[in-house]
């Protein structure tokens, strides 16, 4: 059976880049035709130590150069058919992105982004890697749950969410799951959470609106589940960041099948065609149709959830046998 390691960072696990290399990993391990075995690299020495215990065939590395810096001289010192895993570009600067990548020496670019349009011959689109879905839930209950989840950064907006839920309701609870992440500028020490919960408790306030805080860094399965018992989840992240890639808090708001109600952003594009964008759908509209937008997500997980093994088994075979 071919061989191929994958490779992630080894800084810290609180970072959205290893989190979704090892999901990424997690979903390709189910793959019944290829062995797809995990090393976190943290310098050339460790790389290959890696490939000389796995003996790979190929190699995916989960590349961002900042935390990688050892990368471009590894590929170079000893060959294997690599593929790099493409972060943080916009539809503008795809292309050149993805040309830097290519010069580095990389064989081939894993582009988990079904919202792109390329034809190149050694970049690949695939599926996104989204956790393992949570059981269907229709919760009824008398006090609405609105839920939204991210690291803390001010552009992810909490505040709006919090906002839209005081507008929509007299008694309601905004559950907020946000840790801070590792790459904060404070080695994932507190910066900008203090601010962000102000500005959410400012945004509520009718006195039974109510702001619902927890930080812990979770398990892939522990934060699906805890998305999951949300009536309704939400990202408003501020429109225009630079090169910011594909969200993957979407991924995971995906897998806990409530209904979706994100921005008019771009890094979530590719989940546009089953979610719902804020603020032309509200969440006054989903209430009034909850059964709607329940079967609407749920349709949006079962479509997208084993995409990118069925995509990406699709690349190794034309790439390498």
Same mark, same amino acid.
């Given at each position: 059976m071919?061989?191929i ?9 609180v970072?959205?880049?290893h989190?979704?290399?090892?999901r990424h ?7 019944k035709?290829?062995s797809?075995?995990y090393?976190e690299c ?10 000389g215990?796995?003996?790979?065939d190929?190699v995916?590395?989960n590349?961002?150069a ?10 170079h010192s000893?060959?294997r058919t ?5 972060h943080n ?6 292309? /050149?992105?993805a ?9 081939h670019l894993l582009?988990?982004?079904p ?7 050694r970049?690949?689109?695939?599926g ?18 609105v ?13 709006a ?22 790459f904060?500028?404070?080695q994932?020490?507190p910066l900008?959470t203090d601010g962000?919960l ?8 009718k006195?039974?609106?109510?702001l619902?805080? /927890?930080?812990?860094?979770l398990a892939e399965?522990?934060?699906v589940e805890?998305? /999951?018992t949300?009536?309704?989840?939400c990202?408003?992240?501020v ?5 910011a890639g594909?969200s993957s808090?979407l991924?995971?708001l995906?897998?806990a099948r ?10 979530f594009d590719?989940?546009r ?11 006054t509209?989903i209430?009034a149709d909850?059964d709607?937008?329940l /079967? ?13 093994v069925t995509?990406?088994?699709a ?5 390498l046998?």
């Amino acid at each position: 059976m071919t061989t191929i390691l994958y490779v992630n960072h080894a800084h810290t696990k609180v970072c959205g880049i290893h989190d979704l290399g090892t999901r990424h990993w997690r979903r390709l391990t189910t793959s019944k035709h290829f062995s797809i075995a995990y090393a976190e690299c943290g310098s050339m020495a460790d790389y290959f130590g890696a490939l000389g215990r796995y003996e790979p065939d190929a190699v995916i590395i989960n590349y961002r150069a900042d935390l990688m810096p050892w990368v471009s001289a590894a590929l170079h010192s000893m060959r294997r058919t690599t593929f790099a895993v493409l972060h943080n570009y916009s539809p503008d600067s795809f292309r /050149s992105v993805a040309a830097q990548h290519t010069a580095i020496g990389f064989d081939h670019l894993l582009v988990l982004d079904p919202s792109l349009n390329v034809s190149a011959p050694r970049v690949h689109v695939t599926g996104r890697a989204i956790p393992v879905g949570a059981s269907l839930k229709h919760l009824v209950r008398d006090r609405p749950v609105v839920g939204s989840f991210g690291f803390a950064f001010p552009h992810k907006n909490f505040e709006a969410v919090a906002a839209e839920i005081d507008k929509t309701f007299d008694e309601a609870i905004f559950a907020l799951h946000m840790p801070e992440a590792y790459f904060n500028g404070a080695q994932g020490a507190p910066l900008y959470t203090d601010g962000i919960l102000e500005r959410c408790r400012m945004a509520l306030t009718k006195p039974g609106n109510e702001l619902v805080f /927890s930080d812990a860094h979770l398990a892939e399965h522990q934060l699906v589940e805890l998305l /999951s018992t949300n009536d309704v989840n939400c990202l408003f992240y501020v429109p225009g960041q630079q090169d910011a890639g594909v969200s993957s808090a979407l991924d995971y708001l995906v897998a806990a099948r409530q209904p979706i109600l994100v921005s008019d952003c771009t890094m979530f594009d590719y989940a546009r065609h089953g979610i719902s964008i804020w603020p032309r759908i509200g969440l006054t509209d989903i209430y009034a149709d909850y059964d709607f937008y329940l /079967s609407r997500a749920d349709a949006l997980y079962c479509e997208l959830a084993g995409k990118i093994v069925t995509d990406t088994e699709a690349v190794f075979v034309r790439t390498l046998t």
